[in-house]
């Protein structure tokens, strides 16, 4: 099939087109009419009190879901492909439950979990813990949405270099931790690599799980995408599309600066 | 440090890999572990360099039973058929692992990694990647980095099964001349029979997870203990009961009371020797090996009629192995004339 250069052709300019019409043009709209009238207003609008706290919000939930779902991603990845055990297909199968239901869905689950009414509510209250409605909340739901994408990028790689190499560090002396850092890691360090990139992505973009939850209310409760929309809403259209750039340029940044390390170390 | 197991077993689901095998390796020996694929030879290498646990059995190094040590603690140096090199590493720090765990000072790391570079060879690639080397470049570093921690047993897993045959037969000569040097007990596994009997000074004859037979390989081969590692360990020719030898395969024109008849079918040269195949009456295809100067004594052709006579054949009926010298005094007479080859 590739030999044919007509064919090959054409499927080169269906695959650009594709992607051009359906991913760069939208995106290439947004930054445009962002900056319609100049980087003024929606820099003011990004850097207004609500603005600048969506921003701190987002980058929060990052920092706290992003490392709790890559250190559970490399155990459940290992445990999955390391030690055979009988329900490890279930353990397997939950793990992609995430990217099979709605966020909203997911979002209603904690909602009523955590709510007046759910089983964790009682003892939360005691303990004067508020999920709903406030950072937990958005936290857990940002972490439950994002949850595959470790996993799913290590476990390939994990099967791919086999038990050798650790076995070899093992008659080397090296103990079970020391074989981890010295020898598996460096090893998946790619595929990790990748999971940490698009779990990042996920969590600064999650709208459906986080507007549930979190009640989305100015200036407390409402991370970038949140804010996006209530800019929206509220005509503010250069507010809207200064912090969709934003969460766009953020997204990209992670892209960027894996293959730019990917990139150094290769070279 | 002398390694011995005592009945070792482990299953496989289904798959029996080790059935009460025993084996004594001597102290400063290089010992072959030989069998097809399957006969539990790489199994039991793993279980005695702790990477396989026994279902049952023992394995003491030394004479310490180490059955509770795991493979880190075991000082075993072991390596693989496909190099496990630590890919991200240098070959220095490759070489330089063990040491590294072990807390060496950095100066007497680089020492020792270079003493080792320069004893398999590779000096001046210190700094090349695994995936910049050769196979055979490969598998010297890896046992360098096994060699390195100074084990108490090296351990080859088909160390050169990955390798192509020129490679394979120089590093094997190198592996004997490293042993006479180094004399740390070595066993290697490996599913070739020359490369076993090249290389090392015992072996150990595996199939389906027992042992067959271990001994020399002048043991194995002039007295094998039954017919798996009488055809394992050489060519053979099945005369009904009997098992020849090709080079014990008398070719003449002539026939006497122990001579058979066979149809001459393909004579290959192959250099110096020469292999004649032949079909006897009853429909078996056997083969002698002649030398060119009897091949043209003879005369034979293709599609002509000649005459076998077995100078030396065994049988395994019955529970010790015989051997029936048929008309040479090299052939030990111990199992009677009872089934001299020509009646069958």
């Known amino acids: 099939m590739t030999a044919n250069p007509a064919s090959r052709w054409t499927l080169r300019v269906l695959g650009l087109g594709y992607v051009l019409l359906l991913l760069l043009v939208p995106l290439g709209f947004i930054f445009y009419k962002t900056f319609e009238h100049g980087i003024a207003p929606p820099l003011d609008a990004i850097t207004s009190p609500d603005g600048l706290h969506a921003l701190k919000l987002t980058l929060l939930t990052v920092a706290i879901a992003v490392p709790l779902n890559t250190v559970f991603g490399i155990a459940c990845a290992i445990l999955l492909v390391r030690h055979s055990f009988r329900g490890n297909f279930l353990i397997d199968a939950a793990i992609n439950l995430p990217f099979a239901i709605s966020p909203i869905v997911i979002g209603l689950s904690l909602f009523l979990l955590y709510g007046t009414t759910g089983w964790f509510e009682p003892g939360l209250a005691e303990a004067g813990i508020k999920v709903l409605f406030s950072v937990p909340g958005m936290v857990l739901a940002c972490i439950f949405v994002s949850l595959p994408f470790v996993v799913r990028e290590t476990v390939p790689v994990l099967q791919e270099i086999g038990t050798e190499q650790e076995q070899a560090a093992s008659t080397l002396g090296a103990d079970a931790w020391q074989t981890f850092w010295r020898v598996t890691l460096p090893a998946i360090r790619w595929g990790v690599a990748y999971g940490v990139v698009l779990t990042t992505a996920r969590v600064l973009g999650e709208f459906g799980a986080v507007s549930v939850v979190s009640g989305s209310i100015s200036g407390q409760t409402q991370t970038l995408p949140l804010f996006v929309e209530k800019q929206y809403e509220n005509f503010n259209l250069p507010g809207a599309f200064g912090a969709s750039v934003l969460l766009a340029l953020l997204a990209l940044t992670t892209l960027l600066a894996m293959n730019f390390l990917k990139r150094k170390e290769d070279a | 440090m002398g390694i011995s197991v005592e009945g070792a077993n482990k299953r496989f689901g289904d798959f029996q890999a080790l059935n009460e095998v025993s084996i004594e390796v001597p102290n400063g020996s290089l010992t072959a572990l030989l069998g097809p694929s399957g006969s539990g030879k790489s199994t039991l290498l793993r279980a005695i360099a702790g990477l396989e646990t026994l279902d049952s059995g023992r394995v003491a190094i030394d004479g310490e039973d180490v059955g509770a040590k795991p493979a880190q603690k075991r000082e075993v140096g072991f390596v693989f058929q496909h190099y496990a090199a630590f890919k991200h590493m240098t070959v220095y720090e490759n070489v330089g692992f063990g040491l590294k765990i072990r807390k060496w000072n950095k100066r007497r790391i680089s020492q020792r990694v270079h003493e080792l570079l320069d004893l398999v060879q590779l000096p001046g690639l210190a700094d090349r990647y695994p995936s910049q080397l050769s196979g055979g470049q490969r598998q010297r570093m890896a046992l360098a980095r096994a060699l390195a921690v100074e084990p108490q047993v090296l351990l080859l897993d088909e160390p050169f099964g990955a390798l192509d045959a020129k490679v394979r037969k120089d590093l094997r000569t190198w592996l004997r001349n490293l042993h006479d040097e180094m004399h740390v007990t070595t066993i290697f596994v490996t599913h070739d029979q020359e490369e076993a009997m090249d290389v090392a000074g015992q072996l150990v004859v595996m199939n389906e997870g027992r042992v067959e037979q271990s001994g020399s390989a002048e043991q194995l081969y002039e007295h094998p203990a039954n017919e798996f590692v009488m055809s394992f360990v050489g060519e053979v020719n099945r005369l009904g009961d009997h098992f020849v030898r090709p080079h014990d395969m008398e070719v003449v024109l002539d026939p006497d009371e122990r001579t058979q008849e066979g149809l001459v079918q393909r004579i290959v040269t192959l250099g110096f020797?020469?292999?004649?195949?032949?079909?006897?009456?009853?429909?078996?295809?056997?083969?002698?090996?002649?030398?060119?100067?009897?091949?043209?004594?003879?005369?034979?052709?293709?599609?002509?009629?000649?005459?076998?006579?077995?100078?030396?054949?065994?049988?395994?009926?019955?529970s010790s192995p015989s051997t029936h010298g048929a008309s040479t005094p090299r052939g030990t007479n111990d199992g009677g004339d009872a089934g001299v080859p020509a009646a069958v």
């Open chain 2, 273 to 318: 020797e020469v292999r004649v195949e032949l079909v006897l009456s009853d429909g078996t295809e056997v083969w002698a090996q002649l030398t060119r100067a009897e091949l043209q004594r003879l005369e034979l052709r293709e599609g002509q009629i000649a005459y076998l006579r077995p100078v030396q054949a065994k049988s395994f009926n019955g």
